[in-house]
């Protein structure tokens, strides 16, 4: 498997390539996870992929001890691990989403819980979404009212990533529903807490997700992260930090799904001759890698600037999330296309990546939200 920091040097560091040594070490044991039949049910598939992490030290990289992400060490794994596990790759980065407000925004004993998420002894979830309210966050309508206690949570979460393995949720809910967007606050909320149910749900691609029912939830006044009103920010700085890497997972699936169909169309012998020598089927490879090679370098450049410059790079980042993730969905399509008939059916490899690659056009902000970021920030720059 090849990684970025073998082919792109400028945009890495040495240790960034000693991370890259240890991402093909852990590859072959999450590829072993989605073997079909290695084990008995999709939730101890989950489980073991939470123990590969935590084991191989990568959920560090998503809750490390300088408080810092380095964005082009994240897109390294998270590429990795686009490449052999779906599954594994959205557990590692709701970690991180789920715990990050907590680094740059909780108290000193808040703080003092991350490295037992960083070890992977602890599980986080990241509760934003309601059924009414996704990429218009400011329409949240999960209520934290204040009480004796602390604050009394009500309301509902869907679309929550690591739900049935974590034990921790982020969730964002209105203590001042008149401000709108500005009356929005985080709480660190336990999973385990009375008036906290969990209803599992089954996505396209399988990983742990669910539904997050809040019923006169109980937190003491230590559950509220960072300031009151200030969940808002907290979100979105949660967002910016880490959709740089959805397109390094996208970038891949992508880099796997080629290689499965090079492989084929070279073994795969039709009207006398391999696939491979058919000029539609060379035009077909040569649109894919184009589309590859061009996200990896959108994916790279944004995390670079993200790592190097100290400022807001949301357009940069916007333009590496849209451009990866549209651009992986077209070479997964093509793979598909490539093996024909084998290519829809269940088990094969190219057709997991072809459900698995759709949710990232659409969660950590969908492309039409990413194009109205771009397109915005291009109309500001002219009327400069």
Sequence with gaps: MRLSSDDLPMFFEPRHVALADRLRAVAPMLEELERPGAHPDEARRDHVAVDVLAE???????????GKIDSRALCLAREMLGYVSARADSIFAVQGLGVHALMIAGSEAQRARLPAFARGAGIAAFALTEPEAGSDVAAIQTRAAPCPEGYRLDGDKLFISNLGIADHAMVFASTEPSHGANGLTAFWVP???PGVTVKLMQASAPHPI???????????????VGELGGGMKLAMQTLDSFRVSVGAAAVGMARRAFDEALGF??????FGKPLSEQPLVQAHLA???VD???????VLRAAHCKDTTGGRVTTEVSIAKLGATEAASRVIDRAVQLFGGRGVMAGSIVEHLYRAIRPLRIYEGTSEIQRTIIGRALAKGMAK
């Design 56 to 66: 191989s030290g990568l959920f560090e990289l998503v809750a490390p001890a300088s």
């Design 191 to 193: 999973l385990d807490a």
């Design 210 to 224: 669910g539904a997050l029912e809040l019923r006169g939830a109980t937190v003491p006044a230590s559950a509220k």
């Design 265 to 270: 169309v070279c073994r795969r012998i039709q």
């Design 287 to 289: 649109d894919m890698i």
């Design 292 to 298: 590859l090679d061009a996200a990896r370098l959108l």
